[in-house]
Each structure stands twice: as structure tokens, then as C-alpha cells.
């Protein structure tokens, strides 16, 4: 049963990647669709960032004062700056690190 | 004018700084998979069939939390729904593909292969082969993907928790939209969805996923009508 759910699932997500580009003749997306495109990567990545900030693992809020917070602003400002990728992983995780293993250990 | 190889190995370096989160990431849920008591066959055969990161996850932990089948396999196709928006941008530059190739490609289109091949094809819209940037980030991101997992499933989880790693995950996709901080449009659209995405995050099947999207690009929309 397992294995089907799988497959299905798969199925699904395939669906979803292939529609729009194979499927979907593009005419067929509006001039105002076409327009708003440009803010994807804008409107669905912080889907992704938000919550993985500010939800715990239990699905409640953390406090102001929690150490992702601290890394994610340094991130940010280190990414805004350097424009690199690495630089932008690599300073949050190790000003989180610093904090959680330095300063309130 | 580049060639295909060239194009090819441009995505493969273009992606590859993601994969300091997506390694991690995969090992993590290679090896939640197995805790959570699964056959690790079919934990590392989602990495291949299902292909896509966060949703294997959800997937395993609603079923093995007492979710029926059908909750958990709508769950992954809410999830994993994102990518229609992905390919909705990229049919742009992958129009005059032959169908199967189309097909094929689609199966490659993941978060951050889209994003850096996105801003690839923006700067280049003249090259003839420009597919095969999309195919160097995709080909890049699974093959990492299948040893991160399948590492997880069979060596469990060496990566020590306390480090919190999945942190890593968040980090990734700041790199990929912090430049776009600098217009003031999309700092509004980034801030209406990350907002949303909070305000919706105990919607069923994980649905803040898709409607927190769906909300900012409508607000994008009033924003496009403003400026013209």
C-alpha cells in the first residue's frame, strides 16, 4: 500500500513539473499572467524561509530571541554584500553556531 | 554563442554552493526515514521516484503518525504544486523543445535549479542550447541528492543533530532571493508571502505552501498594474 502512495506521489510531483512546460502551450498564459511571472522566485521562497525561521519543530512560534533569528539576519547581510552563495550559508550557520554553542551553552 | 557542454557545466558550478544545504538536508531525511521504522528500500526509492526534498519527509511522518495513504499523497502533490510556477517561468526558454524533450527535462526541474538556471536564462536570452544549464542544475542536484539520502538510510543519522543543520535549508533559499532585496516591489512580495506563509502554516496538507505563493503574486499583479 506503502508502495503505491509512493508511486502515485510520484506520479503527482512529476505532474507538476511537467505540466506548464509540456502540457501547456504558453499563449495560453495571459499578458497580466505573463507580467506577474518575474515575481516567482520572490513570492514562493519566503514560503519556505518564513516558516523554517520562526516555526519550531513542534509547529509553534520561537521566541524574538532565538538564535535562527540572529543567523538569518547575519545571512542576510553577508549574502546582500558578497552576493555568494557560500559566504551566505556559511555566516549564518556559523554566527547560529556561535550563539548557540558559545554564548548560551 | 556556448556550447552544450559549456552551458551543461555552467549549471553544474552555478548549483553546486547549494549543495553545502542540500547534503545535509538529504542525509537528515534519508535517515528520519528509517527511524521512523520504514523499509529502506522505499525511503531511498522516493529520493527517485518522488524526487523532491521536504516532501519525502512530510510524507513519511504523516503516514507513520497514523495518516491515511490519501492525506499523505495529497500532501506531497500540494507541496511539490510550486513547481507549476517554476515551469510556467522556464517554458519561456524551453518552448521550441521537441515534447519528449520536454518531458524528460521536467523531471529535473527542482527549487534551486530552478532559481539559478532562471538567472541564467535572464542574462542569456540568445544561446541556442540554453536547456542544458537547466539540465546541469538538475542532473547536479540529483545525483547529490541520491548519495545524500541513500548515505543517510545506510550510515543513520552521522550528522550530530546539536549542530542543527536543517537550519541550512532556509539559508539556501536566502542566498537565492537576497540580490532581489534591492528592488522594493519584490521586497513587498517577499514580505506578503513570508507573512502569509506564518498566518496560513496550520493549513491542511501543508497548503501555505501554494497559498502563500498564490497570495503575493496576486499582490505583484497590483504592483505591475501600479507601475505602468
Not at chain 2, 499523497?73 to 517554458?91: D, Q, W
Not at chain 2, 548515505?151 to 539559508?171: H, N, R, T
Amino acid at each position: 500500500m506503502t508502495w503505491i502512495s509512493i508511486i502515485i506521489a510520484g506520479i503527482l510531483t512529476y505532474f507538476t513539473r511537467m505540466t506548464m512546460i509540456a502540457l501547456v502551450d504558453r499563449d495560453f498564459l495571459g499578458d497580466k499572467i505573463k507580467a506577474v511571472l518575474e515575481y516567482v522566485p520572490s513570492a514562493v521562497f519566503p514560503a519556505i524561509i518564513f516558516p523554517a525561521i520562526f516555526i519550531n519543530d513542534y509547529g509553534a512560534f520561537i521566541e524574538m530571541s532565538d538564535p535562527k533569528i540572529f543567523g538569518a539576519i547575519v545571512a542576510i547581510i553577508v549574502g546582500y554584500f558578497s552576493k555568494n552563495i557560500i559566504a551566505t550559508i556559511l555566516s549564518g550557520l556559523i554566527s547560529y553556531w556561535f550563539l548557540i554553542f558559545v554564548i548560551f551553552s | 554563442m556556448l556550447s552544450k557542454k559549456q552551458l551543461f557545466t555552467k549549471g553544474m558550478l552555478d548549483i553546486s554552493p547549494h549543495m553545502l544545504s542540500v547534503i545535509p538536508f538529504g542525509i537528515i531525511c534519508g535517515a528520519i526515514g528509517v527511524e521512523l521504522g520504514f523499509n529502506p528500500y522505499l525511503v531511498y526509492a522516493m529520493s527517485i521516484i518522488i524526487f523532491g526534498g521536504a516532501s519525502q519527509i512530510v510524507f513519511l511522518q504523516l503516514l507513520s503518525g497514523g495518516a491515511s495513504s490519501l492525506v499523505a499523497v495529497t500532501s506531497v502533490g500540494i507541496i511539490n504544486s510550486r513547481h507549476l510556477l517554476y515551469g510556467a517561468v522556464l517554458s519561456e526558454y524551453l518552448e521550441k523543445l521537441s515534447f519528449i524533450k520536454k518531458l524528460l527535462i521536467s523531471y529535473f526541474v527542482v527549487d534551486q535549479g530552478f532559481s539559478e538556471s532562471n538567472k541564467f536564462f535572464k542574462k542569456n536570452k540568445t544561446e541556442q542550447h540554453l536547456h542544458y544549464h537547466l539540465i546541469g542544475t538538475g542532473c547536479t542536484m540529483w545525483v547529490c541528492w541520491q548519495i545524500a539520502t541513500l548515505s543517510g538510510i545506510i550510515l543513520g543519522s552521522f550528522v550530530p543533530e546539536e549542530l542543527g543543520l536543517k537550519f541550512a535549508i532556509p539559508l539556501t533559499f536566502i542566498a537565492i532571493v537576497v540580490q532581489d532585496l534591492k528592488k522594493i516591489d519584490h521586497v513587498i512580495v517577499m514580505i506578503t508571502c513570508g507573512l502569509s506563509s506564518l498566518l496560513f502554516f496550520d493549513a491542511p496538507f501543508k497548503s501555505y505552501i501554494i497559498i502563500s505563493p498564490v497570495i503575493a503574486l496576486f499582490v505583484a499583479s497590483l504592483i505591475s498594474r501600479l507601475k505602468k
